[in-house]
C-alpha cells in the first residue's frame, strides 16, 4: 500500500477497508458460520456492513475536511500493458462519498431486517448453511457496490458492476429451487437468469463504451477521460455520442431503464431484503451513479442527455402505469422503482445531477422502507394464515412447510383460493390497519415520501427533478408530472388495498405485527424518509446537497422553490389519492371482487394489469426466434446435418467403404495374413535346416573348425 | 656340428600334426582323442624348438615351456572331466556325448 498523492490529513488510508470490512465478514460467516448460530451469523454479517458505514462516515468527514478535493489510495497495481496504465485506485470525493454512505448506511439497516426476516420466510425450512449463504451474499454485495462506487477509473467501477450483477443474480435466485409460493419450480432461477442475461445486454453496452473510450480518449480512468474528451467533441462528436449512448444501454440495463427494464419485476422472486437492498436502494441506482460520473462526458453532447433524459421520462411514465394494474405487494412497488429510477435517469440526462442524486438518496431512504415493511406485511399474513389454517395439526411442526402445503392441496385443505395461499397477494390483505399498526404506521410514511406529500422527503426531491425539467424539456416535464401522479394513485390504491377496509383472507384476519429486529431499522429508515429532504432545500442557503457535490461535478445552479411547479405536483398527488380513495377507500374491496378499475378502463386495465404484454411481444420477437433457431441449429444443423449426414453417412460410409473394398477377405487373407504366415514358415524352416548342423557330435564340430582353419589358411598363402 | 636341415623337423611336424588332427577326428575314445592333442601340440612345439635353433633365438623354447605347461593343465582338467563323465553315463564314448544337439 503506498499514497498515489500526498494527502493533507484525515482517514483516507481506510479506504481499502470500504472493501475488505464486508469481505473480512463473508470470509467469517463462510469459515466458521456453521458452527454459529443464526443470530451470530446476522450479526457479523451487520458489523461488518456497519464497519463499512463507519469507514464511509470518516471518509466523508475527510473529503469534506480537504473541501471536497479528489484523493485517491493506490492499493495495488493491477494491469499495466503498453499504455494501458489501470490501478486498484480508490478515488474519494463527494460523489462517492454520498454514494458509500447511501449504500453502507441502507445496507446495514436491511442486513439487521434481514436477521428476522429471513429467520421467518416461509421458504427457510431451517437448512444449515441457507441463513448463512445469505447473509454471505449480503455481504459480498457491499463489498462489490463499494468497489463500484470508491473505483477510480471505468474498468474498476466495471469490476462492481459486475460483481452487484453476479450477486444479484445469487440472491434472486437464492430460493432456486422453488417458486416464491415455495412450491418446486424453476421458477426462480428463470428470474435469476433473466436478470443475469438482461443486464449482459446492458453490459455489453458498457463495455463497447469502454472500449471506444480507450481507443479514443486513450484511458479508463476518470479524470484522464474526461480531460481528453473535449479535443475529441470537437473534432469527432460522434465519438462521445457513441460513447454515451453505449453507457446509456448500460445504464438501462443495471438501473431498469426501457427497454432492458424487464428483468427487475421478475427479480422480485428474492427474499424481500434483497429486493429493497439491491432491487430498489442501491445496486439499480448504479447507472444512475454512471451517468452523475460521466457528467463531464455527457455533457458535451446535448443530443445524447436528450435521449437519456427521454429515456427515463418514457421509463417514469411507462413503468407507473403497470403498477396501477398489479396485485402483488412487491410488484406494484417493483414498478414503482422503475418508475422512480426513471426520474433519475431522465434527471442526470437532462443535466440535473444534483436533483438526481437528491431523487437516489431519498428514494433508496423510502423505497428501502416500502419494500421492509411490504416484506414484514407478507410476514404478518404468512403468520396470521399459519396461525389460522393449522390450528388443528398444529403438531406437525417439524415437517417442512412445503410438504404440508402440499399434504393440505391433496386434503382439499384451508387454502382460500382452492390454490397455495399467496401472502403477497394484495387481494388477499386489508384491514391490516388493525393487526399490524407498527408496519401501517411505516408504510404510510414511505407512501407519503414517495406520492411526494410535503414535507417528505421524495416531495423535495422529486419537486426539484421536475423543476429542472420544466426548465429544460417541456416533454420530459409532462411526462414525470404524469408519472407522478399515477405513483400517488397506484401507492393510495396499495394502502386501501392492504391496510383498509375487511380482511379479504382469514390470513389478513389473523395477522400479526413483526418483530423489532425488523421494525426497528424500518423506524430509523422512516426518520429519514420524514427528513430527508433537509439535504438539499430548495432555499438559499440550504443546497446542502448541491455544494457538496459541486466539488465532483461542477458549478451547479440552485434553484429556489418554484410554486406553480410544486403546487401542480402536489395538487395532483393529493387528487390521485382522493381518486385512489373514491375507487378503493369508499367501498373497501371485498373478498373475490374484481378491482374496480377493470369496468371503466377496460381493455387499457388489462394492458396494466399484463404489464403490456412486453414480456409476451420480447418472447415473440426475440426469445421464440432465438429458440427456434437454436432448436433449428440443434436439430436440422448439429443432428441432422452434422451428425447423422457429416458423422454417420460420409465418415462412418466412407470408412466402411474403404475398409470393404481395401480390406475383403481377399486382400486381408490373401495378402496380409499370407505375408505374415510366409514369415513365420520362412523362418520355421530356415531353422530347421540350420539346426542339423547343431548335431551333438564333439568330432564334427572340430571338423567344421578345421575345414575353417585350412580354408582361412589356403586363402591366405594362396592370394 | 653338421645338423639336420629344419626343412625336415617342419616336415615331420607337419606328419605328426596331421596324425593328431585325425586323431581328434576320428577316435571316439576320449583317451585317444587327448593323446592325439598333445600330438598336435608337441607338432607345434617341434617348429617351435627347430626354429629356436635356427634363429638362435629362445623366443621359441619360451614359448614351448608354455605350451609343456598350458597342456599339463589341459590334460588335468580333461582328464578330471572325463573320469566325471565317465562316473555319470557309465560310457566314454564321445559320440554318445550328444546333449548339447539342436
Not at chain 1, 452523475?292 to 411514465?317: D, E, F, K
Not at chain 1, 408496519?439 to 416531495?459: D, N, V
Request: net charge neutral; with cysteine; aromatic share 14%.
Amino acid at each position: 500500500m503506498h499514497l498515489s498523492e500526498t494527502v493533507t490529513s484525515g482517514f483516507f488510508f481506510l479506504a481499502p477497508w470500504l472493501v475488505f470490512a464486508p469481505i473480512t465478514g463473508l470470509l467469517i460467516n463462510a469459515i466458521f458460520g456453521r458452527y454459529f448460530s443464526e443470530k451470530v451469523v446476522g450479526t457479523v454479517a451487520s458489523l461488518a456492513s456497519g464497519a463499512a458505514f463507519i469507514v464511509s462516515v470518516l471518509l466523508a468527514y475527510s473529503v469534506s475536511l480537504n473541501h471536497g478535493e479528489v484523493v485517491r489510495w493506490q492499493l495495488a497495481q493491477w494491469i499495466h500493458v503498453g499504455t494501458l496504465q489501470l490501478d486498484w485506485t480508490f478515488r474519494m470525493d463527494s460523489l462517492s462519498a454520498t454514494m458509500m454512505l447511501v449504500v453502507s448506511g441502507v445496507g446495514t439497516l436491511i442486513h439487521i431486517y434481514a436477521i428476522g426476516y429471513m429467520h421467518e420466510d416461509v421458504r427457510f425450512k431451517h437448512e444449515e448453511g441457507r441463513f448463512t449463504r445469505f447473509f454471505i451474499f449480503l455481504n459480498l454485495f457491499i463489498a462489490a457496490m463499494m468497489i463500484l462506487v470508491s473505483g477510480d477509473s471505468y474498468m474498476m467501477l466495471f469490476v462492481g458492476w459486475e460483481g452487484v450483477g453476479l450477486c444479484s443474480f445469487l440472491l434472486i435466485g437464492f430460493w432456486y429451487e422453488m417458486d416464491t409460493l415455495a412450491r418446486p419450480s424453476w421458477a426462480n432461477s428463470n428470474a435469476a437468469k433473466k436478470a443475469f442475461i438482461t443486464n449482459r445486454v446492458g453490459d455489453f453496452g458498457f463495455l463497447i463504451a469502454g472500449f471506444l473510450m480507450f481507443w479514443y480518449l486513450g484511458s479508463f480512468q476518470f479524470d484522464e477521460v474526461f480531460k481528453a474528451a473535449p479535443a475529441i467533441a470537437e473534432s469527432a462528436p460522434w465519438v462521445i455520442v457513441a460513447i454515451t449512448l453505449f453507457m446509456l444501454i448500460g445504464v438501462a440495463g443495471k438501473s431498469a431503464q426501457i427497454p432492458l427494464y424487464i428483468w427487475l419485476p421478475d427479480a422480485m422472486a428474492g427474499p424481500t431484503p434483497v429486493s429493497a437492498l439491491i432491487h430498489a436502494a442501491t445496486m439499480v441506482t448504479a447507472g444512475v451513479y454512471l451517468v452523475t460520473r460521466s457528467a463531464a462526458i455527457y455533457t458535451l453532447v446535448p443530443q445524447a442527455q436528450y435521449i437519456v433524459a427521454m429515456v427515463g421520462a418514457g421509463t417514469a411514465l411507462f413503468a407507473a402505469t403497470i403498477a396501477v394494474g398489479q396485485y402483488d405487494i412487491k410488484k406494484v412497488l417493483a414498478y414503482s422503482t422503475i418508475s422512480q429510477l426513471g426520474f433519475m435517469v431522465a434527471a442526470v440526462g437532462m443535466g440535473a445531477y444534483v436533483a438526481g442524486m437528491f431523487h437516489l438518496i431519498t428514494h433508496a431512504f423510502f423505497k428501502a422502507l416500502l419494500f421492509l415493511s411490504a416484506g414484514s406485511v407478507i410476514l404478518g399474513l404468512e403468520r396470521g394464515h399459519h396461525a389460522h389454517a393449522h390450528h388443528a395439526a398444529h403438531d406437525d411442526h417439524g415437517k417442512g412447510k412445503r410438504k404440508e402445503k402440499k399434504d393440505e392441496h391433496a386434503h382439499g385443505g384451508h387454502d382460500d383460493h382452492g390454490e397455495v395461499f399467496d401472502p403477497g397477494d394484495m387481494r388477499n390483505m386489508g384491514g391490516l390497519r388493525k393487526t399490524m399498526p407498527v408496519t401501517f404506521w411505516l408504510y404510510m410514511i414511505g407512501t407519503l415520501a414517495l406520492a411526494g406529500i410535503f414535507p417528505f422527503a421524495g416531495f423535495w426531491s422529486k419537486d426539484e427533478i421536475l423543476l429542472d425539467a420544466s426548465l429544460h424539456f417541456t416533454s420530459v416535464y409532462w411526462q414525470l408530472t404524469i408519472a407522478a401522479f399515477f405513483t400517488a394513485f397506484y401507492m393510495g390504491r396499495q394502502i386501501w388495498m392492504v391496510f383498509f377496509g375487511e380482511a379479504r383472507s382469514d390470513a389478513a384476519k389473523h395477522a400479526e405485527e413483526s418483530p423489532k429486529v425488523m421494525t426497528v431499522p424500518l423506524m430509523v429508515l422512516a426518520v429519514l424518509s420524514v427528513v430527508g429532504g433537509a439535504l438539499n432545500l430548495p432555499f438559499e442557503g440550504f443546497h446542502n446537497l448541491g455544494h457538496w457535490l459541486e466539488h465532483t461535478i461542477g458549478e451547479v445552479e440552485g434553484l429556489p422553490l418554484n410554486l406553480p411547479v410544486a403546487g401542480i405536483s402536489t395538487a395532483l398527488a393529493l387528487l390521485a389519492i382522493l381518486i385512489s380513495w373514491f375507487l378503493y377507500g369508499r367501498n373497501p374491496l371485498k373478498a373475490g371482487q374484481i378491482d374496480p378499475l377493470k369496468k371503466p378502463l377496460g381493455f387499457v386495465f388489462t394492458g396494466m394489469e399484463n404489464k403490456w404484454f412486453v414480456d409476451e411481444g420480447y418472447f415473440a420477437v426475440i426469445i421464440n426466434p432465438f429458440k427456434k433457431l437454436s432448436a433449428f441449429l440443434a436439430d436440422v444443423i448439429d443432428w441432422r446435418f452434422w451428425h447423422d449426414f457429416v458423422h454417420d453417412t460420409v465418415i462412418l460410409g466412407t470408412y466402411n467403404w474403404l475398409s470393404e473394398i481395401a480390406l475383403n477377405e481377399y486382400a486381408d487373407q490373401k495378402g496380409i495374413d499370407a505375408f505374415a504366415n510366409w514369415l513365420g514358415t520362412a523362418t520355421q524352416s530356415i531353422s530347421a535346416s540350420l539346426r542339423k548342423l547343431q548335431n551333438g557330435f564333439v568330432r564334427s564340430y572340430a571338423l567344421s573348425v578345421l575345414l575353417g582353419v585350412v580354408l582361412i589358411l589356403g586363402y591366405l598363402i594362396l592370394k | 656340428m653338421n645338423s639336420v636341415p629344419v626343412d625336415y623337423y617342419v616336415l615331420l611336424s607337419a606328419i605328426l600334426f596331421t596324425i593328431g588332427a585325425m586323431g581328434v577326428l576320428i577316435r571316439r575314445n576320449p583317451l585317444i582323442i587327448f593323446m592325439s592333442i598333445e600330438l598336435m601340440l608337441n607338432a607345434a612345439n617341434l617348429v617351435f624348438v627347430a626354429y629356436a635353433s635356427v634363429l638362435k633365438s629362445f623366443s621359441g623354447q619360451i614359448f614351448v615351456f608354455f605350451v609343456i605347461a598350458v597342456a599339463a593343465a589341459e590334460v588335468a582338467v580333461g582328464l578330471a572331466l572325463i573320469v566325471q563323465i565317465f562316473k555319470a553315463k557309465k560310457n566314454i564314448n564321445i559320440d554318445e556325448l550328444n546333449s548339447l544337439k539342436g
